[in-house]
């Protein structure tokens, strides 16, 4: 089986190369070929998440300019009209396969941000369990840095990272990477895999490759390579080749595939493992130690007897058994002032402790490493 077939979450990232006809408006029937593809694919039952470019060139178009302006608050201001026609044509697309769609707009910033990043986590987990396809994009009217130097496959891979896609998919209006830029390059050669983050990689890809998209061959080799490290595998493949999508999830081996060298779950457990500043502790029971130990189950509060130190949603603590040895960190779902309070509380009895209710669990088993 090959990784994009064996896959349960995709994160697809289209550029605006492909998405716009030659930076002139939407590409329409584009649109309509891979909404249809990525229906297919949900049918299928895997999740898909679709990051998408084109606000600005579809901007462009809407303002009747006949060039991308350089200017960057004209070009966020080209985004703001564009991501309009974005929207209505994937929500048009979409629906004609019975698919509800909805906008996220991500910056950097919302990556930094622990609890943004959360929120923004818990949001696109939730949709996914709704059955609806977000498309993302960059919310290119509130960032300046992004628009000026920034590429939507950064933003694909942190993504990816974001809600631990299995894999990401690049389409573009390449193959997949050449030895070298092949508009410049006749002789270059096609590579057909490769492992994300050889620093060779680097070197094929040249700068930016089109007036109309942004990153060029480079900014896809460094996501491949960002994406990796949460243990997800990257292909780049040509938006143009007929059913790419459905077929890369037959299992064809179309464009070039970029692995990685760990998978997700081990990539996170590591990272858990690695933390060096721990705040917080979670003391439990003799029950909730054997049931985690023996038969790997997550943490419920009912088995916690107290919580010592202050940490935030998202945080990794130690998990200490009656003898006040720590045997297992994990991921809070909850803050420690919340924790507290529904310590010692059965499941059912979280929401009218506290109002509201994440997640059943205090650390759900995947997010937890014995020791
Ligand atoms: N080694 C390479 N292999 C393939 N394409 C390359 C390579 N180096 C540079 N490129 C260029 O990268 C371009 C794709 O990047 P870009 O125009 O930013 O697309 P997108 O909008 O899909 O992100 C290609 O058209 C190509 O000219
Ligand atoms: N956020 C911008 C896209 C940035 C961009 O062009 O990215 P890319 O598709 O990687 O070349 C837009 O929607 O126009």
Redesign the pocket.
Same mark, same amino acid.
């Given at each position: 089986m090959t990784i994009v077939q064996s896959a349960h979450r995709l994160v697809i990232k289209v $550029? #605006? #190369?492909l998405v716009t006809n030659e930076g002139r408006g939407l590409d329409h029937h584009a649109l309509a070929r891979w909404a249809e593809e990525i229906a297919e694919l949900a049918r299928q039952g895997k999740e898909v998440v679709l990051v998408s #470019? $084109? %606000?600005? %060139?579809e901007g462009v178009a809407r303002l009747g300019w006949s060039e991308k302006p350089s200017a960057v608050h004209e070009k966020q201001a080209a %985004?703001a009209v $564009?991501?309009m026609g974005?929207c209505q044509a994937y929500e048009s697309a979409f629906r004609q396969h019975g698919l509800k769609t909805a906008q996220v707009l991500l910056t950097h910033d919302d990556m930094a941000d622990r609890t943004r990043y959360l929120n923004a986590r818990s949001t696109l987990l939730t949709l996914l369990s709704f059955g609806v396809i977000p498309i993302i994009?960059?919310n290119?009217t509130v960032v300046t840095a992004e628009?000026k130097f $920034?590429?939507?496959?950064t933003l694909g891979a942190l993504v990816t990272n974001l809600i631990e896609g299995d894999a990401l998919i690049i389409l573009t209006d390449q193959k997949g990477l050449y030895t070298a830029d092949p508009r410049s390059n006749p002789d270059a050669q096609f590579v057909n895999q490769a492992i994300a983050g050889m620093p060779e990689l680097e070197a094929m890809a040249g700068g930016a490759g089109s007036s109309v @998209? !942004? @990153?060029g061959m480079y !900014?896809k080799i460094v996501a491949a390579k960002r994406a990796a490290r949460s243990g997800a595998a990257t292909v780049i493949a040509s938006g143009r080749e007929p059913q790419v999508l459905t077929r890369l999830a037959a299992g064809e081996p179309i464009g070039t595939l970029l692995i990685s060298h760990t998978t997700p779950l081990a990539a996170k457990k590591q990272w858990i493992v690695d933390h060096l500043q721990i705040h917080g502790r979670v003391h439990v029971d003799e029950g909730a130690r054997r049931a985690m130990l023996d038969k790997g189950s997550s943490l419920l509060p009912i088995g916690v007897t107290e919580i010592v130190g202050d940490f935030p949603r998202g945080e990794i603590v130690r998990i200490v058994g009656p003898d006040g040895l720590e045997f297992a960190r994990g991921i809070a779902n909850y803050p420690s002032k919340d924790a507290k309070r529904i310590l010692r509380q059965p499941t059912g009895q979280i929401e009218a402790t506290l109002g509201y209710i994440d997640e059943p669990e205090l650390v759900h088993r995947d997010n937890l490493v014995l020791l």
């Open positions: $550029g #605006s #190369s #470019s $084109g %606000a600005v %060139a %985004a $564009g991501q974005l994009n960059e290119d628009i $920034g590429d939507n496959d @998209g !942004t @990153g !900014t």
